[in-house]
């Protein structure tokens, strides 16, 4: 249904219903608004404290709260706990009877069993208490407090999809649960008591409420993304800047305002790290390792180059060698000249590298090991690595 | 054009001192496995199409300053107790050259069809190598502290 906004015109005579569709309206637009432009999740607060207890017989337990704040649930309904609410084991065990009791045992050790704890909304009308006269005087509720409970599930529940609500539809009644965290329960204390709490559990975590757009777009030509709401030194950030024609920054706030980069793009393509590069070689790409070697040894790889790529193809290997004649003055007998007679590398990369000292017009030669230089490009085939 | 003589080198020694290679690459520094293909390092004998695959657990990786001498002849060096390479002098190929009794020493025996030599660490007796030539070595290479490098065909 369309939205419907009341309209009212002098002496008309004001109805219940006319008031009550005002406060509808503005309620049903803002679910509409969270709803469809946010994702449901706990926006501020809501978190799971513990307190350390110990039973009459030593054994220890926790107490849980869960501490003041808000959530928006998937129908667009605002839960606000403006103060930390306990989280009651008995309640607990009247909402998941059986309870599996931590630690429990099986052959392959200990398994730890979490219960997730869920808030939702609750409507809970507030009836007229001093009798006065106008908007108080009828009978039944004029208010209708917007309160918040705590649920528990059973280990899974936090994995289930909820129903969303139609397009036009305005706030749920709070059915919508949000989690909140996770419980881990010991029936063997008293009559059953928590032992612990935690955020996360079995790979899930506490939604947080989020943004759904198709378009961010700044305001002053700068949009920066960063995982917490202050700037302090060492936080990590993104940043979109569309200064000197435009650049996307990664980088940590260096505490005065500004993002040191650590990578950058820049409006040509052009991209600059600070650290290294790791993972597959690009198509296209070569690595390069060059210097001397001796005889005898086997040439390294350039840094970066992946021997199990080079084993399986995808990376070629190039090497170039070159003899490098000893200087003149290390030959055994003054006067000596040297003559390469072998430079080459195997298979295995390994230098084949000797030589002949000689005298010329003499016929005494001595055969030698010999160093070369050598350049070796490890570069991708069209398939790339 | 060769490149200018770099600052460093990576050079593989035994336990004896003895530089059986130098390698420079720039940028990096290599390791035994990667100089040796994670199996040998192969010393040549002058003079004749023989040699001795010194196995990778033998062979210790050193950074030194580089010379171009060193580049040239590293088997012509040793590492002393500071780090340093010093000039121990030319390898010698004529077999059972004279060492010390009692002196450190490392001794590899090749068999022609093996990818890698036998290896003992010890010390010279009197009646030569430390441990026992395996049957069918055709070459040694026999490293004494202090004395120059080496290989003979056997």
């Known amino acids: 249904m369309t939205p419907l906004r009341p309209v009212f015109a002098d002496g008309a005579i004001l109805g219940a219903g006319d008031l009550t569709s005002l406060s509808t309206l503005d309620r049903d637009r803002d679910a509409r608004h969270a709803r469809h432009l946010h994702t449901p999740g ?3 607060g809501l978190e799971l404290v513990t307190e350390d207890r110990a039973s009459a017989s030593g054994a220890i ?3 849980v709260s869960v501490t003041a704040g808000y959530a928006l649930d998937g129908t667009g309904r605002e839960l606000v706990s403006p103060a930390t609410v306990p989280v009651s084991p008995d309640r607990f065990l009247s909402e998941v009877p059986n309870p599996v009791s931590d630690p429990v045992h099986d052959p392959s050790g200990n398994v730890t069993v979490w219960y997730p704890v869920f808030l939702h909304g609750l409507d809970a009308e507030v009836a007229a208490t001093d009798g006065r006269l106008g908007c108080q005087a009828v009978a039944g509720p004029s208010r209708v407090a917007e309160e918040v409970e705590i649920e528990f599930g059973r280990p899974g ?6 129903p969303s ?11 919508w649960r949000v989690l909140v965290g996770f419980v881990r329960l010991d029936t063997s204390i008293g009559s059953g008591q928590f032992v612990a709490a935690a955020a996360s559990a079995d790979g899930v975590r506490v939604p947080t409420a989020g943004a759904r757009a198709g378009l961010v777009a700044g305001q002053t030509g700068r949009v920066e993304v960063r ?5 302090t030194a060492g936080a990590p950030a993104v940043v979109l800047d569309d200064a000197e024609g435009g650049s996307l920054v990664f980088g940590l706030h260096n505490g005065t305002g500004a993002v040191t980069p650590l990578m950058t793009v820049d ?4 991209l600059t790290v600070t650290g290294t590069l790791a993972g597959v070689q690009s198509a296209g790409s070569v690595l390069v390792a060059s210097g001397a070697a001796f005889d005898g040894t086997v040439l390294p790889l350039p840094g970066g180059a992946d021997p199990a790529a080079i084993e399986s193809g995808s990376l070629v290997v190039s090497v170039q060698v070159t003899p490098r004649p000893p200087q003149v003055d290390s030959a055994p007998t003054a006067g000596q000249r040297f003559v390469p007679a072998e430079c080459r590398v195997d298979e295995e990369r390994r230098v084949h590298c000797w030589g002949t000292w000689f005298t010329p017009g003499q016929t005494a030669t001595a055969d030698v090991s010999s160093a070369c230089d050598y350049l070796v490009l490890v570069s991708v085939g069209a398939g790339g690595a | 054009m060769a490149a200018r003589a770099p600052q460093f080198a990576t050079v593989l020694h035994l336990s004896t001192g003895h530089v059986l290679t130098a390698v420079t690459a720039a940028g990096l520094e290599p390791t035994v496995e990667q100089l040796t293909g994670g199996r040998a390092l192969r010393v040549r004998h002058s003079d004749e199409p023989g040699y001795v695959m010194v196995p990778a657990e033998a062979l210790t990786a050193a950074r030194v300053t580089a010379t171009a001498d060193l580049l040239d002849r590293p088997q012509h060096y040793a590492i002393g107790s500071d780090g340093a390479p010093w000039l121990v002098g030319p390898p010698e ?8 009794v009692g002196a450190k020493a490392v001794v590899v025996w090749q068999e022609d069809d093996r990818a890698v030599g036998t290896y003992y660490e010890g010390v010279v007796d009197a009646t030569g190598p430390p441990g026992e030539p395996p049957p069918g070595a055709t070459h040694l290479l026999f490293a004494v502290e202090g004395a120059p ?6």
């Open chain 1, 165 to 175: 609500p139609a397009p036009d539809a305005g706030p749920g009644d709070g059915d």
């Open chain 1, 42 to 44: 706990v926006a501020a």
């Open chain 2, 93 to 100: 190929y004529e077999s059972g050259p004279t060492r010390t």
């Open chain 1, 267 to 270: 409006a040509s393509g052009n």
């Open chain 1, 157 to 162: 529940d936090a994995s289930v999809e909820q």
């Open chain 2, 149 to 154: 490098l080496s290989v003979e065909a056997l």
């Open chain 1, 227 to 231: 995982p917490a709401p202050a700037a």
């Open chain 1, 61 to 63: 337990y926790v107490e």
